[in-house]
């Protein structure tokens, strides 16, 4: 005979935690951690303004507080819509993984309308999870973990909200949170794991990635040169790239302050025309770098004995695809199998990769000692002419080009002379024209006399070109901003910067830099009014170094030093045997750990709480080694040991033995189940509606009829 609620309290516990309502805090932890991981998405620079309108929408449903469980029948239609979105960009040329982790993204902002209860809670938060995974992926850039930390803090707010009481029979707790210990030992236990996953499993090269959206990423710098279109760029902090000096002893380390204001060479340009310059009349030519085992040797100045310093460059795009080299470079090595080199020496990629691009360059630092020319009878090769052409700009130039020159007599003297006038008379500011002029160059040096680094650049070259001397404008950026707790360069948008180069003959393109020093200082930052820059200094350090710049290279060289060490130490200790001693060690500690982890013995019952063994063992009926507390007391129910109002605390027992084995409330369990079972002891003894115990142990599979 079957008691009255039978076995239906039992399946109801598992039923109120799968489909009871969810509180409202569980709801808006829920929602934000799904906001925090669309949140994640945007710091990669690959996603497209939908996932700015799924954040919004999240953020609206967190401050109403409630699902809309009514227009579910919606939702499949909408999650087809955003398939057909997903598809529609990967035909257009998105990568694969940016297109899914937005359908992700929809699909997640989709169900969070149906998140009403626990279940729907948990597929939310799966989807979450499966975006922080592609976008860990995509790039794991400076801006991830900002992203990351609020993620997991809202996740760990819904995960507890999903383990509070939920209504159960008779308004009934069904579960009550876990316990904070249980929750310190998983999250050390998931942290050791992530870590340990991170840096030991093999890491592939760079994932293919590139998409419009990184364009926004790198409009400090541009292919294209056009004056009066320089306002802001010095307001813009993102981050382009960083430069680590390769240092291995001190008087390498004295000489690092000699490479801050280093150029880095992005592209130069050679015509001018309509106050604009442009790199029409180079040509590119290939090469395959797998030839030279990925290095690529430069043409340096004859006789240079100044020190060199190697670098490291980690680029955070390849949007315009160049890769930024510094001034007087004499050597690249990449992992890139093959380039494109124009004539002026710019080099670009030809097929564009996503993430982080690594490369090294040897670099000499100083400045050069050049051997000058007379300017009088000067003569240069036939491929220079391009370069001694001043456009359509203003003869008025050229007037004031003989001026500044006429006492320099050598063509170093002439550079240095006009370098040296706009410096001195000229001011630097990023404001543009007040109104469209013909001619922005003659402009600045005759009326304005106020302009950007491009300014002082178009009016360096023009002039030397009037003078019959071959010069061109390059852009590129500035080493300025140094990181003393990483050991590295920042360079951000800010730090893009127009500059001369001259043409000397046997020598190259020297480069020359009119614009005056002293440039505007950025603003002082978030961090820098909180007092918190130096803290910020040594994480951007901290995970540069360990995180960032991370890859397959650096990985395997670990591997390597780990594997020499190890083999050190065997071969020094093979001969003694001691490797022996520690092995048997090593088994005998595990064989007793596991025996302590089964019990000790006590075969597959060693993992159920004592208390409970000793009240099962006190019963008529035996527990099968099978069964689980679960299955046991409803096997109990059936044979009406106890009245029907006795099973809520048979649902308690079974909670409190859960608590005990998985969440670390041993001996608060062990009390809250002595109280039970000694109440469920009483009420057997009485024999209210069921038999009482009896001295003989029944062995059936199943309740006796």
Not at 333 to 347: N, Q, V
Not at 372 to 397: C, H, K, Q, W, Y
Not at 626 to 651: I, N, Q, S, Y
Request: contains cysteine; aromatic residues 12%.
């Amino acid at each position: 005979m079957t008691a009255s609620t039978g076995p239906g309290w039992a399946l109801s516990d598992l039923r109120a935690v799968e489909e009871g309502t969810l509180s409202v805090a569980g709801f808006r932890a829920t929602v934000l951690t799904g906001v925090a991981a669309v949140g994640c998405f945007l710091t990669t620079g690959f996603a497209s303004r939908s996932a700015i309108g799924i954040m919004a929408w999240g953020l609206l449903l967190a401050l109403w507080g409630r699902g809309f469980p009514g227009p579910a029948w919606l939702v499949q239609p909408a999650s087809l819509a955003w398939l057909g979105l997903a598809v529609s960009q990967w035909s257009r040329g998105t990568p694969g993984i940016v297109a899914l982790t937005e359908f992700a993204a929809g699909v997640m902002a989709l169900q969070w309308v149906l998140v009403v209860g626990a279940r729907p809670a948990r597929h939310a938060l799966i989807l979450a999870g499966m975006i922080v995974l592609a976008v860990a992926a995509m790039s794991v850039n400076f801006l991830f973990p900002l992203g990351l930390l609020p993620l997991v803090a809202f996740l760990l707010r819904a995960l507890w909200a999903l383990a509070e009481p939920g209504p159960g029979p008779a308004g009934r707790a069904v579960a009550r949170p876990a316990a904070w210990p249980g929750l310190v030992r998983g999250g050390l236990v998931f942290g050791a794991l992530w870590i340990g996953m991170f840096y030991l499993i093999p890491r592939p090269d760079v994932l293919g990635i590139a998409s419009g959206a990184a364009k926004q990423r790198l409009r400090g710098f541009s292919e294209t040169l056009q004056l009066g279109e320089a306002g802001g760029l010095e307001d813009n902090p993102m981050v382009v790239m960083r430069v680590r000096p390769v240092v291995d002893d001190a008087p390498n380390r004295r000489r690092l302050a000699a490479l801050r204001n280093t150029v880095l060479r992005g592209c130069s340009f050679l015509a001018y025309r309509q106050g604009g310059w442009s790199r029409q009349g180079y040509h590119s030519q290939g090469i395959n770098l797998r030839r030279s085992g990925g290095e690529l040797a430069f043409r340096g100045i004859p006789g240079d004995t100044r020190p060199e310093f190697e670098l490291e460059i980690l680029l955070e795009s390849m949007e315009p695809p160049i890769l930024f080299l510094p001034a007087h470079a004499v050597r690249l090595t990449s992992g890139l199998r093959f380039l494109w080199a124009d004539t002026d020496g710019t080099l670009t990629v030809p097929f564009r990769r996503g993430g982080v691009e690594v490369y090294q360059t040897r670099v000499r630092i100083g400045p050069p000692v050049l051997q000058d020319f007379p300017v009088e009878g000067a003569s240069f090769p036939r491929f220079i002419t391009p370069f001694l052409d001043p456009g359509d700009s203003s003869g008025a130039i050229a007037d004031l080009a003989q001026e500044v020159a006429s006492g320099a007599p050598t063509l170093l003297g002439v550079a240095k002379a006009i370098q040296s006038h706009l410096q001195a008379n000229y001011t630097y500011s990023v404001e543009g024209e007040g109104a469209p002029v013909r001619d922005p160059v003659s402009n600045f040096l005759l009326n304005s006399r106020r302009g950007s680094c491009e300014h002082f650049a178009s009016a360096m070259v023009l002039m030397m070109r009037y003078l019959g001397l071959p010069a061109r404008p390059v852009n590129g950026y500035l080493l300025t901003e140094w990181n003393d707790y990483g050991g590295f360069f920042t360079v951000r948008q800010r730090d893009a910067h127009s500059w001369v180069e001259v043409y000397f003959p046997g020598q190259g393109w020297i480069p020359f830099d009119p614009t005056p020093a002293g440039r505007p200082e950025p603003p002082l930052g978030w961090a820098a009014w909180l007092g918190a820059g130096e803290w910020w200094e040594w994480f951007e350090g901290f995970w540069f170094n360990y995180v960032y710049r991370f890859d397959r290279d650096i990985q395997m060289a670990g591997f390597r030093r780990m594997y020499q060490a190890v083999s050190g130490v065997w071969d020094g200790r093979l001969g003694g045997g001691w490797w022996l001693a520690a092995g048997l060690a090593m088994l005998v500690g595990a064989a007793w750990a596991v025996r302590r982890r089964v019990g000790g013995g006590q075969g597959r019952n060693g993992w159920l709480p004592v208390w409970y063994r000793e009240f099962c063992a006190g019963l008529p009926v035996e527990r099968l080694p099978w069964e689980t507390p679960r299955e046991f007391h409803r096997r109990l129910r059936g044979l009406d040991l106890w009245p029907a109002d006795c099973e809520p605390l048979l649902a308690d027992l079974e909670r409190e033995v859960g608590r005990a084995v998985f969440g670390g409330e041993g001996e608060a369990a062990a009390r809250r189940a002595a109280e039970l079972i000694q109440a469920l002891s009483g009420r057997a003894a009485r024999g209210a509606g069921g038999r009482s115990p009896g001295p003989e142990r029944s062995s059936g599979s199943g309740p006796s009829r």
